[in-house]
């Protein structure tokens, strides 16, 4: 498959009134969200429910996409055998691209990202500015947990985007650097 292609997926939400308090509505949110990161690693996300993943991915991709189907056959099934009633499966599906489109689908990703690339390196550069209030927090622990996450998914798309040409890649080292500056010197000072 050329350059790459887009997953676009439709998943099934937890939001049925006939799932309401019931165990069911925890079960399909919790598959709804794992499914959703699964998804959204292979790639970079364009707009809603479409990711730009490249083409040498795909033997990965339809093992993410087998995954996500298994798990909501599984959930899905035990909800239509206690209650009697059928839902609809998630709709996943993997289109490839020509060049032009590519570009076009790239184009779309490296604007979303640089928007939150931006919210990212403002919201971290704000802790930075107020980094003896966070010191003094009792949210101390939670906060360099939040960092950490944050610097893994920057981390994974970095990946992701040098894979598929979107020239981000310093900015998002930048945010990587300044996490981690603002990580140390929260540790510094606890």
């Known amino acids: 498959m050329?350059?790459?292609c887009i997953v676009v997926y439709d998943l099934i939400s937890e939001n049925w009134g006939?799932?309401?308090?019931?165990?069911?509505?925890?079960?399909?949110?919790?598959?709804?969200?794992?499914?959703?990161e699964l998804l959204h690693r292979l790639g970079v996300l364009c707009t809603e429910s479409v990711i730009l993943v490249n083409g040498s991915r795909l033997q990965e991709v339809n093992?993410?996409?087998?995954?996500?189907?298994?798990?909501?056959?599984?959930?899905?099934?035990?909800i239509e055998k206690t209650l009697g009633i059928a839902f609809p499966r998630p709709i996943i599906r993997v289109l490839g691209l020509t060049t032009e489109q590519y570009d076009a689908f790239r184009e779309m990703a490296e604007r979303r990202l640089k928007e939150a690339l931006d919210a990212n390196i403002d919201r971290v550069s704000s802790l930075s500015e107020r980094l003896e209030d966070v010191r003094g927090s009792a949210n101390v622990?939670?906060?360099l947990t939040s960092l950490r996450k944050l610097r893994r998914e920057w981390i994974k798309i970095r990946e992701n985007v040098v894979a598929l040409g979107i020239p981000?890649?310093?900015?998002?080292?930048?945010?990587?650097?300044?996490?981690?500056?603002?990580m140390a010197n929260i540790r510094g000072g606890v």
């Not at 006939?18 to 959703?36: D, F, S």
């Not at 093992?63 to 035990?78: M, P, W």
């Open 2 to 4: 050329g350059a790459g």
């Open 18 to 36: 006939v799932l309401k308090n019931t165990e069911y509505v925890h079960k399909l949110r919790a598959a709804r969200i794992r499914a959703t």
């Open 63 to 78: 093992r993410v996409i087998d995954e996500v189907k298994q798990t909501y056959d599984a959930i899905l099934g035990e």
């Open 141 to 143: 622990k939670n906060l």
């Open 168 to 182: 981000l890649k310093d900015d998002i080292d930048y945010l990587i650097q300044l996490i981690d500056d603002v």
